[in-house]
């Protein structure tokens, strides 16, 4: 059985957020936004000529703020009858807004000035988090899931976050933010775990995706954004790009030295300039300073095993 794949847009700041509707016989909808973005969903279905109550799905990629910020308030709009997916490892960030606190906290911490953090992504996760709630199902690699005789296969692609999944749906991939290309609004890929990002982006290419589904408008090396809904040729030049992003910054962070200065992208300025980034890193969420500690910590772990 095939079904159809419907994208909803809703802005955030400078990031456009995407939410996809699968019109599958039990209907799923694949991340939430942010709150803000959940009240715009159900008119966006009315236009397709769906009900936002025949929603059965609420299915989570990763637990970000702008995935799963509007998930409570959309499960409220299904009257709670759709089951809320996530990965076993990222439900903290559904249960707790204070759980993207510390994320922020204990990733970009240590590069930027800590207390203005906490108090911003305090405040972001109260606004922009509809509700703490519990999931109704968490899901690891392997499981599928029953869209009234349509299957959901997950499959685990750790890197961005330590939980983030895709969910495979005849032919349809469906990745979260686990392909960035040279990055969304920032300018730059965002993943905690350099290692693992590669071997899931590997992982997305070996499904040979009909139509691979971008969590945001990611860019090519000339700055262009590719399509939210790419076709399988589109699939492949977004995962080559995210592969050759990764591989820019990895070598660009091998030869840098890490130094203390007045610089915003201290201690990683070296590694910014080679790689031409200009953006600012301190704009929250920040993925240089995300990224740069997860190669960082990688170095350390490295040195500790050799
Ligand atoms: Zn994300």
């Not at 299904?78 to 076993?88: E, I, L, N, P, Q």
């Not at 990055?183 to 009909?210: H, M, Q």
Request: net charge negative; hydrophobic share 45%; no cysteine.
């Amino acid at each position: 059985m095939s079904v159809e794949v419907h994208p909803i847009a809703a802005p955030w700041g400078r990031f456009a957020l995407y939410s996809f509707f699968v019109d599958a016989p039990e209907p799923a909808i694949v991340d939430t936004g942010v709150a803000a973005s959940a009240a715009g969903v159900p008119e966006a279905l009315e236009r397709l000529g769906r009900r936002i109550e025949d929603v059965r799905w609420i299915l989570l990629t990763h637990g970000h703020i702008d995935h799963v910020g509007g998930a409570h308030a959309l499960w409220e709009a299904t009257g709670r009858r759709a089951k809320v997916v996530v990965s076993a490892t990222d439900a903290h960030f559904l249960r707790s807004r204070r759980a993207h606190v510390d994320e922020a906290l204990a990733l970009r911490g240590p590069f930027v000035d800590a207390a203005a953090l906490e108090a911003a992504k305090s405040a972001e996760a109260l606004e922009a988090i509809s509700g703490e709630m519990e999931p109704s199902l968490v899901v690891e690699d392997g499981d599928v899931l029953d869209l009234g005789g349509v299957s959901a296969r997950v499959v685990s692609l750790p890197g961005h976050t330590r939980g983030a999944v895709a969910y495979v749906v005849d032919g349809h991939v469906f990745v979260g933010d686990a392909a960035q290309g040279y990055g969304a609004a920032s300018g730059f890929p965002g993943y905690e775990d350099p290692d693992a990002y590669r071997v899931s982006l590997e992982r997305i290419a070996a499904l040979e995706p009909d139509h691979l589904y971008l969590g945001h408008p990611y860019r090519r090396a000339d700055g262009t954004p590719f399509p939210v809904a790419l076709d399988a040729a589109g699939a492949r030049e977004a995962l080559a790009a995210s592969l050759e992003r990764e591989a820019e910054v990895r070598a660009a962070v091998a030869d840098s030295v890490a130094t203390r200065s007045d610089s915003p992208y201290s201690p990683f300025e070296s590694a910014a300039a080679e790689l031409g980034y200009t953006g600012d890193p301190t704009l929250e969420p920040s993925p240089f300073f995300t990224t740069m500690h997860g190669y960082a910590t990688r170095t350390r772990q490295g040195a500790t095993h050799d």
